[in-house]
């Protein structure tokens, strides 16, 4: 049993908070895109309305183990004083004595951001030292980040094992019961789009995809690896590729109009669409027509759509279609490992016996 957030008494507690913070910045460090933070405010305002006191803690970027200024989470922390309306102190380090000295003088509704848990090489390398070091600021501890659930990292597996209060926030619990619905319990017709470009890196999520999907679009360029292969799937049959494409110099950098159409037919009949990976050379707005294409019909239907995976939210968002879609998930890879029947690491460690 995986307990929840609101399975917990916070009132008064020191909730640690793992969140997913790791959002798109350009060089000088302002963020480019907050849906990720935005996403867990809901989490982080149960907390506050609850009078938890709250400690935030995320990584940022790659930072190789390494204190980098450019990755630092200030600019994480305007953001969330900005949304949340209430002060957001961020902390020199992650851990230490200061740090833990900080979490217990703590009142209730106030937050503590740690800084990036990156900077230290123990969070990367699931360091159960590090690990002991972070499970001394919090008595109860969550889990919202399930974009890094498909990593062995200290604070998302080492760390939950070592509290005996564990759970899920409101986002990660959101994030399992819809990729679960889809999987189990889907309206039918149901349609998955996969796109992309290397069918190496989606052949497992093509092959449990077809067990519970009707149909199964891919891209043109996952279609002629899987035919020049010659690899199997089983129900085969489901599989759907473009059927005529753009042509420039001697490449195909998107699908055609009888493509769309029939891509278009299929999206309309369906009752449940998830889909993952552009159909094009997206970064050029003339080879981006397909995907848009392929957006707009899915937002104009009336079925229940999931997408998720850095190239198609970053698209969506763009084109301002985000808000269309039923949910968009805060995890690629996580998100494909899990609709590739994969275990999340992440998720065996908050297994507790109902007893607790």
């Not at 803690?57 to 004083?81: I, T, Y």
């Not at 230290?120 to 890094?148: C, M, Q, W």
């Not at 290397?198 to 996952?222: C, M, P, R, Y």
Request: glycine share 8%; charged share 25%.
């Amino acid at each position: 049993m995986i307990k929840k957030l609101r399975d917990f008494k916070v009132e008064n507690k020191r909730v640690l908070v793992r969140c997913d913070f790791n959002v798109p910045q350009d060089e000088q460090g302002n963020i480019l895109d907050n849906f990720r933070i935005i996403q867990t405010l809901p989490t982080i305002n149960y907390l506050l309305a609850n009078k938890a006191k709250i400690i935030l803690m995320s990584h940022l970027g790659d930072p190789g183990g390494q204190a980098v200024p450019n990755l630092k989470l200030d600019k994480v922390q305007e953001e969330l004083a900005k949304h949340l309306n209430v002060p957001v102190t961020k902390s020199p380090d992650c851990i230490g004595y200061e740090v833990e000295s900080y979490s217990y003088g703590l009142k209730p509704g106030e937050i503590l951001l740690l800084e990036n848990l990156r900077f230290h090489p123990g969070e990367t390398a699931n360091d159960s030292l590090f690990a002991r070091e972070l499970s001394k600021l919090g008595d109860i501890y969550i889990n919202d980040a399930f974009g890094v659930c498909h990593r062995e990292h200290a604070s998302v597996v080492a760390l939950p094992q070592l509290m005996t209060e564990r759970g899920v926030g409101l986002l990660l619990e959101k994030e399992i019961r819809t990729l679960e619905k889809i999987m189990q319990k889907p309206k039918r017709p149901m349609l998955a789009i996969v796109g992309g470009k290397k069918v190496e890196t989606k052949a497992n999520l093509i092959q449990n995809i077809l067990k519970f999907s009707d149909k199964v679009i891919v891209s043109g360029l996952i279609k002629e690896e899987i035919d020049r292969t010659g690899m199997k799937f089983d129900h085969q049959e489901k599989l759907i590729g473009p059927v005529d494409a753009v042509e420039f110099e001697g490449k195909q950098p998107d699908i055609g109009p009888k493509s769309v159409e029939l891509f278009k037919k299929e999206i309309r009949r369906a009752k449940t669409i998830f889909w993952n990976g552009p159909f094009g050379m997206i970064e050029k707005e003339e080879y981006a027509k397909g995907t848009l294409e392929i957006a707009k019909a899915i937002a104009k239907s009336w079925s229940f759509s999931v997408t998720g995976g850095g190239e198609t939210v970053e698209f969506l968002s763009k084109v301002g279609l985000s808000s269309k879609f039923d949910h968009v998930s805060t995890g690629g890879g996580a998100m494909l490992s899990f609709l590739s029947g994969e275990q999340l690491v992440a998720l065996q460690p908050l297994i507790v016996n109902a007893r607790h």
